[in-house]
């Protein structure tokens, strides 16, 4: 305590600031006041992500502001996957072109899935028969469809290397 004081009114100023500081520092500590505890701890990063809310009892609490959750991962989206060289570059790569096509066949599917279940679940029994015909009979149509193309494909292969041969 190599400090030394002028006054003894200059010690208890500094003794009453020491014990509004601890208190403070207890108050963060206990979670009295969860939003400002955790900004604390965060140094302000959950700040936009938290907002206070006082109930009806008038009990003040804390929730998750979803919509600047929302809005912050929208704009990274924005930023990083839909930038125009993002997206040229994605275009060009195989990776890419298998992206698009996988996600065109289950757009496909979703859509066929949605109209199968709606359907299904009309009360007009000629909508349910399409909605079970869709159901159980389309993906053994679509993979009789899908060998006979890779058939046709293979031959197709096989014949044009047989005339460069």
Same mark, same amino acid.
């Given at each position: 305590?190599?400090?030394? =004081?002028?006054?003894?009114?200059?010690?208890?100023?500094?003794?009453?600031?020491?014990?509004? +500081?601890?208190?403070?520092?207890?108050? #963060?500590?206990?979670?009295?006041?969860?939003?400002? %505890?955790?900004?604390?701890?965060?140094?302000?990063?959950? +700040?936009?992500?938290?907002?206070?809310?006082? $109930?009806? +009892?008038?009990?003040?609490?804390?929730?998750?502001?979803?919509? &600047?959750?929302?809005?912050? /991962? %929208?704009?990274?989206?924005?930023?990083?996957?839909?930038?125009?060289?993002?997206?040229?570059?994605? !275009?060009?790569? +195989? &990776?890419?072109?298998? *992206?698009?096509?996988?996600?065109?066949?289950?757009?496909?599917?979703?859509?066929?899935? @949605?109209?199968?279940?709606?359907?299904? =679940? @009309? %009360? @007009?029994?000629?909508?349910? #028969?399409?909605?079970?015909?869709? /159901? =159980?009979? $389309?993906?053994? !149509?679509?993979? =009789? /469809?899908?060998?006979?193309?890779?058939?046709?494909?293979?031959?197709?292969?096989?014949? %044009? *290397?047989?005339?460069?041969?």
């Amino acid at each position: 305590m190599g400090t030394k =004081y002028n006054s003894l009114e200059e010690l208890r100023r500094k003794k009453e600031l020491l014990k509004k +500081d601890v208190s403070e520092m207890e108050n #963060l500590l206990t979670f009295e006041n969860t939003k400002e %505890s955790l900004s604390a701890f965060t140094n302000g990063l959950t +700040d936009q992500f938290l907002q206070e809310k006082t $109930a009806e +009892d008038g009990e003040r609490k804390v929730s998750l502001n979803t919509g &600047a959750i929302v809005k912050q /991962i %929208s704009n990274a989206v924005t930023e990083n996957i839909l930038s125009r060289n993002a997206m040229y570059g994605i !275009a060009k790569s +195989d &990776a890419g072109v298998n *992206l698009v096509e996988n996600a065109l066949k289950l757009g496909a599917v979703t859509f066929v899935g @949605n109209y199968a279940k709606k359907n299904f =679940y @009309n %009360s @007009n029994w000629k909508k349910k #028969l399409i909605g079970i015909a869709l /159901i =159980y009979l $389309a993906p053994i !149509a679509l993979k =009789y /469809i899908r060998k006979k193309l890779e058939n046709y494909q293979r031959n197709r292969t096989t014949s %044009s *290397l047989e005339q460069l041969i």
